[in-house]
């Protein structure tokens, strides 16, 4: 987890509220990704970003968008939360772009939506 | 459809035997596949990365190989320790235009003193 910080790490709200997330780096990588972990499915990429202001969709990312204004800094919002979007959330960052490159993952955020 | 498979019923050895783990996929022509380790409430943690023109990659006491044709990477963890307990996770990406990380679900690893 070294590099790299996520806040919260729990939060519980209620639907219909908008949550925010924070991912910050120290490491001055290009890259950095959102993924959420769920049982029964393996970790889904939400949306990554590939530099300031360049941002880009995964496979799961309806109901969520991101802001990346600072290379250290990576935003995850959920406009208004449901329940299908309680999950743990982690953040992780590689130096490169693409399969190529290792990802170092931040500790999570737990968020339960009620 | 595409698939990754690692087993999903825990495995259990005692200390000091080797663990291997398996990953299996279908449909997928992976160029690139890693294997990263997790433990309970914490972030996965990179292991190994393979490339598909590699058979092989060693690193301590952790070695993967990769079989294109079998469609299949082995993890082998050689003199297990109780420490090395934890989920094994294997990611992959497509050689094609979409190549980020697919991820399986991982297997649990418990190594017994």
Redesign the interface.
């Known amino acids: 987890?070294a590099g790299i910080t996520q806040s919260p790490r729990h939060k519980v709200t209620e639907t219909g509220t908008p949550v925010t997330l924070r991912c910050h780096q120290t490491e001055n990588h290009r890259y950095m990704y959102w993924y959420r972990q769920d049982p029964?499915?393996?970790?889904?990429?939400i949306h990554?970003s590939y530099g300031v202001k360049d941002t880009d969709k995964?496979?799961v990312s309806d109901g969520y968008s991101v802001s990346r204004s600072k290379t250290e800094d990576f935003l995850l919002t959920l406009e208004s939360a449901t329940s299908s979007q309680t999950s743990v959330y982690?953040c992780?960052i590689s130096e490169g772009g693409?399969?190529?490159y290792?990802?170092?993952?931040?500790?999570?955020t737990r968020l339960t939506v009620t | 459809s595409q698939k990754?498979e690692q087993n999903s019923e825990a495995l259990n050895i005692q200390e000091g035997k080797t663990a291997t783990l398996t990953c299996n996929y279908t449909n997928y022509s992976p160029?690139?596949l890693?294997w990263y380790r997790q433990d309970p409430?914490?972030?996965?943690?990179?292991l190994l990365?393979i490339?598909e023109n590699e058979k092989e990659k060693r690193k301590e006491r952790l070695k993967v190989t990769f079989d294109t044709t079998l469609k299949q990477s082995l993890f082998h963890i050689t003199a297990s320790q109780p420490a090395d307990s934890a989920t094994y996770?294997c990611?992959?990406?497509n050689a094609g235009n979409n190549?980020?990380?697919?991820?399986?679900?991982?297997t649990s690893l418990g190594v017994n003193p």
């Not at chain 2, 409430?41 to 990179?46: E, I, S, T, Y």
């Not at chain 2, 190549?99 to 991982?106: F, V």
């Open positions: 987890d029964g499915h393996g970790l889904r990429l990554y995964g496979e982690f992780a693409g399969p190529a290792e990802q170092y993952f931040g500790p999570g | 990754i160029a690139y890693q409430g914490r972030g996965p943690v990179f990365l490339r996770l990611a992959l990406s190549r980020k990380l697919i991820w399986g679900l991982g």
